[in-house]
């Protein structure tokens, strides 16, 4: 009856994603991070380090750097917040400024803890641009012009769309998506996990993606007031407020920092808040590692997704026949080192 | 451009659930929150203490308690494993051991850490159930003897189901379930978060769930080692594991531990273990506080499910149309006092 405890839920998980390939075992079925080990030098992309940003926070209670990297989205997603993080960040606007917020199961969110006092708020920057409410969705980034790796076949069928689907799975109901939110869901061929419909293209609040903290409608936020997602996917957020990014490299830093006691998680004291020491684009940064993400067009992201989709080996004895694109992470790694990726 | 931190995501999470009814403006939209605050007292359900496990952890580094409440499944969900667990409790067996893995957006698993080595294992007491795979779906509860909530109003049409759904949502698509991971999700009267399709009835891995740790298949644990999920639904494991219950009070305690940085979580150190004080049922916890759930039969549960999928307020600009039901958390309170509900 004793079992051991590392074996438990071993297969469940994304292990780290390393450069080589995997042990070969032929009679073992393999394994999402099989796959991902496999992986052709080629079929892994370079993030720019243009696209980075480096977020330093102080050491932790046993002297640990701590190091949060944030990677940006491409066009056609939320450019105009993203516009006017880059000049935030150029200002050094970030510097100084604290992590203000961090609610069980929802979000981690920084930003300037005086904001509310016209008095003692940080001035922002000049020439901040303000984004209006419909640049929440790419309307007009057709899905036609942009073929999608979507985890049905069914797909295919959509009108006006030529892209064709490069990833099969085997649904319960290959007729139609199941999501909740979307008339479809899947990855751009840029590395980002959307969902579309006739209106348009957005990209989805998973684990790890990193939005803008905002007021009421109609303000859409300046992206000086940033929030990461730590917990379920608050899809309900999707097209309600912009995403900017994706944190590749430290979130535990973030996840794990103590709830607030303030409603919806926000610190009562000053005391609580960890200070922001600085952020930069990681162009700025001198000895910041190179970090590459696994293309979603390459085929080993293909087959990612299936094997994710259908968990059948020593440890699976009932494939799901579906997945969740917040449960298909892009598998990020350091170049020629070791690192894990965001989420399992 | 500046705006108040404080109003930042306000909408879009669950504050405090109190006792008392929410302000009222009749001219503002409803939150799902504002709906639970107003439910009526014969809406909620007490929890029998008979199902509450308590788990006490050491203080933390400030010196404040940490206790983790733990509410067991009823029949027919995983009482074979629950059972074991009663027995375990019963034994004093949890007491002494550690919390050994925390993988971000994943588990906080504990266990025995000697489990491994047969010459330092603690003894399991004797008279533990083998629980057998099929166990992990309860095959002879019939949809039809069971009504479901369902986010759904195509459910009703399924042959042999009786019940009707009592909550209708503007889905995208009416006539056709939107989950990845099954032909049908809802909640049980109960009051589970559940799937189902012809094969019966499962239990679902949404955040604050408490499963089962096991080997490989053909093991499938005692109840000895247990995980509670802490990021994203890890729906893949539906069927594949046991779940025997939910986190209703202090799972901050448990997410916000330091992510081992072993394989898959795993601390590498005894130190960096969390010792487990004790785990008692609720019954023999001198000054345990009352606790109940919002029943998943009552009106207001359906308009909490409702609403949680048409957000349509001050915040919210654009409704999803559907919500997925790892993001209808089971609201639950202290009786005659506050509390945080599981989730957001």
């Excluded at 370079?46 to 050491?59: F, G, K, Q």
């Excluded at 980034?141 to 064709?164: I, Q, T, Y």
């Excluded at 059948?312 to 494939?319: A, E, L």
Aim: aromatic share 6%.
């Amino acid at each position: 009856m004793r079992h051991s405890p590392v074996a438990v839920l071993a297969v469940a998980s994304l292990a780290l994603v390393g450069a080589g390939p995997p042990p070969v075992d032929a009679g073992k079925p393999l394994t999402p991070n099989d796959i991902v080990a496999a992986a052709a030098p080629a079929e892994w992309t370079r993030i720019s380090p243009e696209d980075l940003l480096v977020m330093d926070l102080p050491p932790d209670t046993k002297g640990r750097a701590r190091r949060v990297v944030i990677q940006l989205m491409p066009a056609p997603f939320s450019q105009g917040w993203i516009g006017n993080i880059r000049k935030l960040v150029a200002a050094r606007w970030f510097d100084g400024i604290a992590v203000v917020r961090a609610q069980d199961n929802y979000v981690v969110q920084w930003g300037d803890p005086d904001g509310e006092d016209p008095n003692k708020a940080k001035p922002l920057p000049k020439g901040l641009r303000v984004v209006p409410e419909s640049e929440y969705v790419a309307a007009n980034a057709k899905v036609s012009d942009m073929p999608f790796e979507v985890p049905l076949a069914g797909h295919a069928a959509r009108p006006g769309n030529a892209g064709k689907p490069r990833v099969a799975v085997r649904s319960l109901d290959r007729s139609l998506p199941r999501d909740s939110y979307a008339s479809f869901t899947g990855h751009s061929t840029s590395g980002w996990p959307v969902a579309f419909d006739s209106a348009g293209i957005w990209p989805v609040h998973c684990y790890g993606m990193v939005g803008v903290g905002r007021g009421l409608s109609p303000d859409t936020g300046t992206g000086a007031e940033l929030y990461v997602v730590i917990g379920q996917a608050p899809r309900q957020l999707d097209r309600n407020i912009a995403l900017v990014g994706r944190v590749i490299e430290g979130i535990e830093d973030l996840s794990t920092m103590p709830r607030g006691t303030g409603p919806l998680g926000f610190y009562e004291t000053a005391a609580e808040r960890t200070p922001i020491l600085s952020v930069r684009m990681g162009s700025g940064v001198a000895g910041l590692p190179a970090y590459e993400y696994l293309s979603t067009e390459s085929a080993s992201f293909a087959a990612y997704v299936d094997k994710r989709a259908n968990r059948k080996d020593d440890f699976y004895i009932q494939p799901a026949g579906g997945v969740d694109v917040c449960n298909v992470p892009v598998p990020v790694r350091r170049v020629g080192a070791v690192t894990r990726p965001v989420g399992k």
